[in-house]
Structures are given as structure tokens and as C-alpha cells.
């Protein structure tokens, strides 16, 4: 049996240029059955409009965060209660 | 030793975090401390407004700090990164590291700010002195090869 589990809403939230471009601080969305990865979440987030497809346009620039932790783009999304997209940090 | 870390708007006083974190410890023969303060930039700023991750700065800082008290014998760590707008000559960040002697405690301290500045959430913004609102300052590949040093 080949049954998707929808995967339950996820808290996005962005941080400078990134929620600039965005146009929103935070948002709850249900990513598509099957959304695995940071990488994947991004490949949705981008269909979803130009000022996220602007905010992604180089996406090994923009960073992420799984519930307060630092990411890789092929960490799994498992879980998650939150997830962060923001530009390199310019602390200190 | 639980490394103390502090985010906040208020400013901080060098001196009364030295006293508070050596306070009672006759052991400590070393106090590092690093303040980071605003620049103007050569009159060209008015402000830089400093944007974090609540809750994500303090784990992250305090993940880093950790990770500095595991590698040297400390007796007390301090770190204080502020937010919100900070005025050229004004502080934005300290860290304080106390040993017994001075290597530990200068290698620490160093080492705290050099992860804090490219894993901690902060992000700057330049306001400028014609009161317009300038760009995100952009992370230097300076401060990426600085906290490699330590890997």
C-alpha cells in the first residue's frame, strides 16, 4: 500500500532579506506529502510565489534552522516544529 | 561552570560583569574580555540595527560556549550580544573569559567570538547618516576562514 501521511502544518519563519523578500515574518503551511528535506521545502516554498522565488534565487546562500539548530539542505524535516530560512549571520 | 549568556537590548557594563563573574573564586589568575562596538564607518552611519532569532541566539550562544568550556579549564564565561538599534561608539557584544592562567583564557574567549560571529543569529542593517535606511551588511569570508582556525 502506497499511503501518504499528510505531514502536519509547519511554523515557517524568516529572518532580514529573506523576510523581506518574503513579505512575512513567520507563516503555518502544510508542505506536499512526501516534502523530506530542508532542499525539498525550499524546491515547494519557490512555486509558491516571486517573492519567495526571489528570496531563494541563490539558495546556497540562505541558511536554516530546524527548531532552533542550525541545517543542512539535505537534513530531514522529520519532526520539525519550526524551521528558519535566514541570510549568513552577521553577528558580533 | 555554567557559561553565562545574556540577549538583550540594554547596554552592559564591562566592568561590573568582570566583578560579578570573579566573584568568590580565588582560583582565577586570568580575566579575557572582548567588547565589539558600533562603528560610524567614517561618518557614513547613523545606527546599525541589529535583527535575531529569539530564542535560537540564546541555544546557539550557548551551544558555542558550551563547546568552549568543554575544550579549556575555565572558571567563568560571559557572554552578552545586544539587539535593536545601536549608535555609532556604542556596545553590541561582550564576551568575558576568566582561568586560572592567561592562555585558556585568551584561547577562549577568542574562540567564543569567533563562532558567535558566524553561527549565532544576528543580522546587521546599515541606517545612514542622511536618516535613509541602508542595505543588510553582508557576512565577510574573513570571519568564515576565523572560525575554521579552531576545526
Not at chain 1, 3 to 12: E, I, R, T, Y
Not at chain 1, 75 to 83: P, Q, V, Y
Request: net charge negative; aromatic share 8%.
Amino acid at each position: 500500500m502506497n499511503q501518504h501521511v499528510a505531514a502536519p502544518p509547519l511554523k515557517l519563519v524568516y529572518f532580514a532579506w529573506v523576510r523581506e523578500r518574503v513579505g512575512l515574518a513567520d507563516e503555518i503551511v502544510s508542505p506536499p506529502p512526501g516534502t523530506a528535506t530542508i532542499a525539498e521545502l525550499v524546491r515547494w516554498l519557490k512555486t509558491r510565489g516571486e517573492g519567495y522565488e526571489l528570496a531563494f534565487e541563490n539558495e546556497a546562500i540562505v541558511r536554516a534552522a530546524i527548531d532552533h539548530t542550525h541545517a543542512k539542505p539535505a537534513a530531514s524535516i522529520a519532526g520539525a516544529r519550526e524551521i528558519a530560512f535566514f541570510p549568513p549571520m552577521t553577528g558580533g | 561552570m555554567t557559561p553565562v549568556v545574556r540577549i538583550q537590548r540594554e547596554d552592559f557594563d564591562l566592568g561590573a560583569e568582570v566583578a560579578a563573574l570573579a566573584r568568590g573564586d580565588a582560583d582565577i589568575g586570568a580575566v579575557v574580555s572582548f567588547t565589539g562596538l558600533c562603528r560610524d564607518e567614517s561618518c557614513r552611519l547613523a545606527a546599525l540595527e541589529l535583527e535575531h532569532y529569539p530564542g535560537m541566539a540564546e541555544a546557539e550562544i550557548a551551544r558555542v560556549a558550551a563547546e568552549a568550556a568543554a575544550r579549556w579549564p575555565l572558571s567563568g564565561l560571559l557572554a552578552i550580544h545586544r539587539f535593536g538599534l545601536i549608535r555609532p561608539g556604542e556596545q553590541i557584544v561582550l564576551v568575558i573569559a576568566a582561568s586560572s592562567h592567561r592562555r585558556e583564557a585568551f584561547e577562549a574567549a577568542d574562540f567564543l567570538m569567533d563562532y558567535l560571529k558566524t553561527r549565532a543569529p544576528f543580522w546587521k542593517r546599515e541606517h545612514l547618516a542622511d536618516g535613509s535606511i541602508g542595505g543588510w551588511v553582508e557576512a565577510k569570508a574573513d570571519d568564515d576562514r576565523a572560525a575554521e582556525r579552531w576545526s
